[in-house]
């Protein structure tokens, strides 16, 4: 288990049956949580770099300059490190040694992690859904609510949350369905909508709502 303490800019490994630290690593400014893959810790900085340590030992692999801060979870998508900044940027890197392949400027912060599927990847900014091929170019684009959060992506479709849960046509950025969640009064306050990423599993739309609900849709 690798996770982020922001506190401390650092990266903790954790042994799984002990409860303990396996290794600690401060070399880099972390912001992001960290995505593993192939014995790979991807994490993104503060400092405007991204970070591949050794899920060993915490051995830095390589490191590689963006535009902006990375605070959205680095995503490996068959076979490519796709990275989002807060200047705007999505960045597609070779695993291996951190070369880039392409960059991508949407214009708006990216704060959530960038999702894929199919030969494609999806990732939300400034309140716009963009679908793009695995060389950077843009298939389409969807405006949404600003308050739109991280998407989940299946092979025909992409389920994104605001104040509903929406589905999209993964092909044509389409709507398909929209579900309206439940407000619930609290005190003086009418809490509503969603802020955590839905998951999809088996055909079945998970997620939880800022009432306090959890709905699973299918």
Known sequence: MYVTSLSNSEIIALNATRGESDWRSDEGQ????PTVANGTVYVGGKTNVVHALDA???SEQW???VDGAVRATPSVIEGTVYVGTQAGSIYALEPADGSERWQKDIGSDITEPISGENGRIYVCGGGTIYALSTDGTVQWSVKTTQS???LSATKN?????DQNIVCLDAATGETRWTF???SRQSGDTMVTGIECSP???DG???AGTNAGDIYAIQ
Not at 157 to 161: A, D, H, K, L, N
């Open 30 to 33: 972390y912001l992001s949580t």
């Open 56 to 58: 060993t030992d915490g």
């Open 63 to 65: 490191r590689y300059e």
């Open 148 to 150: 739109a959060s991280a």
């Open 157 to 161: 479709s992409i389920v994104y949350t």
């Open 180 to 182: 309206g969640v439940q």
């Open 199 to 201: 998951v999809v599993r």
């Open 204 to 206: 079945v739309v998970y």
